[in-house]
């Protein structure tokens, strides 16, 4: 069965500093995966997404994801945080069920970025 | 490219009243997703349409809810007499095919019931 756990409901980091966000998934086959950021009262937005291609995915806004499969692992980073990135973060498997796609969600990571 | 609009982006109901949800997916996708984010919690599916059909409606609640997709017009997200736990915030999202390419999503509409 396919699953996406999200590790850390809460991140907090001061901005300038590295982000962290920490996604583990669990598929029967190759999965696509992506990040959403959603911020206050808005819609999701994709950040990045793979799709079997290079492991290393490079999305908007500075941010990054790399995709390990030995760990079953697809975290999210950036090298510094900037106050613009508070918001929250989801990271989300696909899977084929009655032939076409599905998404499945992880319960979301919520990112605060301190001055 | 107006993106996918959904409407009202706040709704407000009493106990026992009807909610429309509308979705208007992105100018050449025929194919809309529906989930639900309830409080705290990541979002789940609830039905995926294409034009007038419903394609999967596998994470629906049995009774009260329905959805369709006309050939004109949005989509549309119909809760019968809403109650408590129906408050959470309902996403649209839009794909031009059948794919895991990713999907633009609406803002949401967040639906209240008192």
């Known amino acids: 069965a396919q699953s996406v756990t999200q590790l850390d409901s809460h991140v907090s980091v001061s901005e300038g500093t590295p982000v962290l966000l920490r996604c583990n998934y669990s598929?029967?086959?190759?999965?696509?995966l992506f990040w959403y950021v959603q911020h206050p009262n808005k819609g999701l937005q994709l950040l990045l997404k793979?799709?079997?291609?290079?492991?290393l995915v490079k999305g908007i806004n500075g941010f990054e994801a790399e995709f390990k499969k030995s760990e079953t692992s697809f975290h999210l980073t950036k090298p510094s945080a900037h106050m613009s990135d508070a918001a929250e973060y989801f990271c989300?498997?696909?899977?084929?069920?009655?032939?076409?796609?599905?998404?499945?969600f992880g319960a979301g990571t919520r990112l605060a970025v301190h001055p | 490219n107006a993106g996918v609009m959904q409407n009202p982006r706040h709704l407000v109901r009493r106990r026992g009243q009807e909610a429309r949800l509308r979705c208007s997916p992105m100018?050449?996708?025929?194919?809309v997703y529906w989930y639900r984010q309830l409080p705290e919690e990541g979002l789940k599916f609830m039905v995926y349409?294409?034009?007038?059909?419903?394609?999967?409606e596998s994470g629906m609640p049995k009774e009260r809810f329905s959805a369709e997709f006309p050939k004109e017009g949005p989509s549309i997200l119909r809760i019968q007499q809403v109650v408590r736990g129906d408050s959470a915030a309902y996403f649209c999202?839009?794909?031009?095919?059948?794919?895991?390419?990713?999907?633009?999503f609406g803002s949401g509409t967040r639906l209240t019931v008192v």
């Open positions: 999202a839009s794909s031009p095919r059948q794919g895991g390419d990713g999907y633009t």
């Open positions: 598929s029967s086959y190759s999965p696509s």
């Open positions: 793979y799709t079997s291609a290079a492991t």
């Open positions: 989300v498997v696909t899977y084929i069920s009655g032939g076409y796609n599905k998404l499945i």
């Open positions: 100018k050449g996708h025929s194919h």
């Open positions: 349409l294409q034009k007038e059909n419903i394609i999967d």
